[in-house]
């Protein structure tokens, strides 16, 4: 069974403050691993993709992958109220049933409080 | 640029009628099309999905099927719904396989 695990938290920042959010990944051969975001009732929302090893920044958000590892991350830093979130760790995988094609198997998130 | 609708956005039915929910891409040809439900405290799961008209693909055995009859229309449909059917649906859609999905706005499926 492929599994992708990440702390449910809730995991609370003051604001301006960074915050760290951890994933790790069951499958060796996956390649492709995505952050994504969602606010309460709403859909989720891509913030960040990396395929290589090391980081990869844009703007306040910096993802690191370690493959070896099996490990991605996500930071943010200067944490604003607004990225008051459940982020999403995904991870590009062959599911349960075979199949032809990669698909993403998604973390079930962890939720991060900013507090003013 | 690329948009993905999906409706209706809440929806209550009662237990054993039928289900039918849709989406529709725009922008981009030849999607790969995907249905993902997360239930509360549980994370998205994919039902199905689709690299082509009338190709289905699915990864979770239960009473929902999808079709796929237009390029970029993708439907997710039920005979008769169970309780345990209850959750939020999403319609997502990417460029090819492992790549980065986007999302429609979701349908909040409540039986009764």
């Known amino acids: 069974q492929k599994e992708v695990e990440q702390n449910s938290g809730p995991l609370s920042v003051p604001e301006g403050a960074i915050a760290s959010l951890n994933c790790t990944y069951s499958?060796?051969?996956?390649?492709?691993f995505f952050w994504y975001r969602q606010y309460s009732g709403k859909s989720p929302e891509l913030i960040m993709f990396?395929?290589?090893?090391g980081d990869k920044e844009d703007g306040r958000f910096t993802a690191q992958l370690n493959k070896a590892s099996q490990y991605v991350s996500l930071l943010i830093r200067d944490s604003q109220p607004s990225d008051s979130a459940t982020y999403l760790c995904?991870?590009?995988?062959?599911?349960?049933?075979?199949?032809?094609?990669?698909?993403?198997?998604f973390g079930k998130g962890t939720k991060l409080s900013v507090k003013p | 640029s690329q948009t993905i609708h999906q409706w209706p956005a809440t929806l209550v039915q009662p237990v054993g009628s039928p289900l039918s929910l849709e989406c529709t891409v725009e922008?981009?040809?030849?999607?790969?099309l995907y249905w993902y439900r997360q239930a509360a405290g549980r994370g998205l799961q994919l039902l199905f999905y689709?690299?082509?008209?009338?190709?289905i693909s699915s990864e979770v055995p239960q009473n929902l099927s999808a079709s796929r009859p237009q390029d970029r229309q993708f439907i997710l449909s039920s005979k008769k719904l169970l309780l345990s059917d209850s959750g939020f649906y999403l319609c997502?859609?990417?460029?090819?396989?492992?790549?980065?999905?986007?999302f429609g706005q979701g349908t909040r499926l409540t039986v009764v």
């Open positions: 922008g981009t040809s030849n999607p790969n």
């Open positions: 995904a991870v590009e995988g062959f599911l349960n049933y075979g199949g032809s094609q990669g698909n993403l198997i």
């Open positions: 997502a859609w990417s460029y090819s396989a492992g790549a980065e999905a986007f």
């Open positions: 499958d060796r051969g996956s390649q492709s």
């Open positions: 689709s690299v082509g008209i009338g190709q």
């Open positions: 990396i395929y290589s090893n």
